[in-house]
């Protein structure tokens, strides 16, 4: 019934929020790399003020995303009958996958020119997360749901088995993406035993 149908969302939620982080801690390691190997006017890139504190953002984007995540995952497998654990979700899944997108877009500002090439880590992590976000559950509709519950009324409604449906195609398609991708970056990595390379190079492949 509904509430297991709700289940089913909020797990499939909580795994692309995860998804998106994941992507973003990559590009944030990627990009300190990046910054601290290129040098412009005899000084590591890195070493410039607002550079670093562009990276310094990426981070705290990334540590409040997964304490949300956190809180999310704790609310599903460990429910408090007295709180929602759909809101814990929400909050996580809105938070994580917009602070997915933005370090991926910050990450492909600070790689420079080559970050917006087709060939770049740095650029497909940013269409990723895109995509991810949005095959999980698109940010507006967890504001939607986060609104409701601040007491909003809703503008219209939709018949009850199109989000479930509608979930079911997206997130069939992104776990579909995910799986190539897995395959890449087991493929690459059984052949170079080199773990953090075998993700970027499974990034860029896909």
Same mark, same amino acid.
């Given at each position: 019934?509904?509430?297991?149908? $709700?289940?089913?969302?909020? +797990?499939?939620? !909580? @795994?692309? *929020?995860?998804?998106? %982080?994941?992507?973003?801690?990559?590009?944030? /390691?990627?990009?300190?790399?990046?910054?601290?190997?290129?040098?412009?006017?005899?000084?590591?890139?890195?070493?410039?003020?607002?550079?670093?504190?562009?990276?310094?953002?990426?981070?705290? $984007?990334?540590?409040?995303? +997964?304490?949300? !995540? @956190?809180? *999310?995952?704790?609310? %599903?497998?460990?429910?408090?009958?007295?709180? /929602?654990?759909?809101?814990?979700?929400?909050?996580?899944?809105?938070?994580?996958?917009?602070?997915?997108?933005?370090?991926?877009?910050?990450?492909?500002?600070?790689?420079?020119?080559?970050?917006?090439?087709?060939?770049?880590?740095?650029?497909? @992590?940013?269409?990723?997360?895109? %995509?991810?976000?949005?095959?999980?559950?698109? /940010?507006?509709?967890?504001?939607?749901?986060?609104?409701?519950?601040?007491?909003?009324?809703?503008?219209?409604?939709?018949?009850?088995?199109?989000?479930?449906?509608?979930?079911?195609?997206?997130?069939?398609?992104?776990?579909?993406?995910?799986?190539?991708?897995?395959?890449?970056?087991?493929?690459?990595?059984?052949?170079?035993? /080199?773990?953090?390379?075998?993700?970027?190079?499974?990034?860029?492949?896909?």
């Amino acid at each position: 019934g509904p509430p297991a149908a $709700q289940r089913i969302l909020d +797990r499939g939620a !909580v @795994a692309v *929020a995860i998804d998106s %982080l994941g992507i973003a801690a990559a590009m944030l /390691d990627a990009t300190v790399v990046h910054v601290s190997e290129r040098h412009q006017f005899g000084r590591a890139v890195g070493s410039f003020q607002a550079v670093k504190h562009q990276c310094a953002d990426m981070l705290v $984007q990334l540590t409040v995303g +997964r304490e949300l !995540v @956190a809180q *999310a995952v704790g609310a %599903l497998t460990d429910p408090d009958p007295s709180a /929602d654990p759909t809101a814990a979700v929400a909050r996580a899944a809105s938070y994580a996958c917009e602070a997915g997108v933005a370090v991926a877009g910050t990450a492909m500002q600070l790689h420079g020119g080559f970050g917006y090439m087709k060939e770049s880590v740095a650029g497909r @992590a940013f269409v990723d997360t895109r %995509l991810v976000s949005i095959g999980g559950g698109a /940010d507006e509709v967890m504001m939607h749901y986060l609104a409701k519950m601040l007491g909003f009324e809703a503008t219209g409604s939709l018949a009850a088995w199109l989000p479930i449906l509608m979930f079911a195609i997206l997130f069939g398609l992104s776990m579909d993406y995910e799986v190539f991708l897995l395959s890449r970056i087991r493929e690459d990595y059984d052949r170079t035993g /080199d773990a953090r390379g075998s993700v970027a190079r499974g990034l860029a492949a896909t």
